[in-house]
């Protein structure tokens, strides 16, 4: 609450925004449900499922985890209030990492108890390869023209927002250089979303423009 609470009491002060913001999501770009729920499996990698399921297991269960049981419900929580708000899916990504550490600690306990030991390293083994595999999806490692070849541009909307990105400012600097020296030091760059003024604030001093907003 300490930490949280310059953070509340902006938010009262000016009249809770978030809540409009959260409105307007719903209204706009709102994630269903059941995606909602199916994406938390997916932007994780699958293979890690088991583990942050085993962490909620933890803390709610074993004996060892119970006493950080509020770390449990510190997941449960903004889960529901994501999905009664409907907000986006990655919202509860922060929530991970901790349950990966409890999840881990009952994973080691059963596999300690059952003497499983080539888990110890096939699981892993089989987490780094599929990962390796994947990561083109999840991170942007191959050429735009491979993204829209193999269609990860088709469900990725981030690295949609990329592709086009020179054109754009070698458009939007034509128009600007077409502007007096009078008019150009009052020009205001503004764009429609932050993948567009993240393209120009990348490129514009190579063509000259001022910082774009949006």
Request: hydrophobic residues 50%; aromatic residues 14%.
């Amino acid at each position: 609450m300490l930490v949280f609470l310059p953070n509340i009491i902006w938010q009262i002060q000016n009249g809770l925004p978030v809540l409009e913001h959260m409105k307007a999501l719903r209204q706009d770009e709102s994630t269903p449900t059941f995606q909602f729920l199916i994406e938390q499996i997916l932007i994780l990698h699958p293979l890690n499922f088991p583990i942050w399921i085993a962490g909620l297991l933890f803390f709610f269960l074993m004996e060892k985890g119970r006493r950080f049981r509020m770390i449990g419900w510190l997941y449960i929580i903004p889960l529901i209030i994501f999905l009664f708000m409907k907000g986006k899916s990655y919202y509860l990504a922060p929530a991970y990492p901790v349950l990966f550490a409890g999840g881990s600690v009952m994973i080691k306990s059963l596999i300690d108890g059952k003497r499983w030991t080539r888990l110890k390293f096939a699981f892993p083994a089989v987490l780094l390869i599929t990962s390796v595999i994947t990561s083109p999806v999840w991170l942007p490692i191959l050429s735009i023209e491979k993204i829209i070849k193999l269609g990860i541009a088709d469900f990725r909307y981030d690295y949609r927002e990329m592709i086009g990105w020179p054109e754009m400012v070698s458009q939007v600097s034509k128009v600007y250089n077409g502007l007096s020296p009078d008019e150009q030091i009052t020009t205001m760059i503004i764009t429609g979303n932050y993948g567009e003024a993240g393209a120009i604030n990348h490129y514009r001093k190579a063509y000259g423009l001022p910082e774009a907003s949006s």
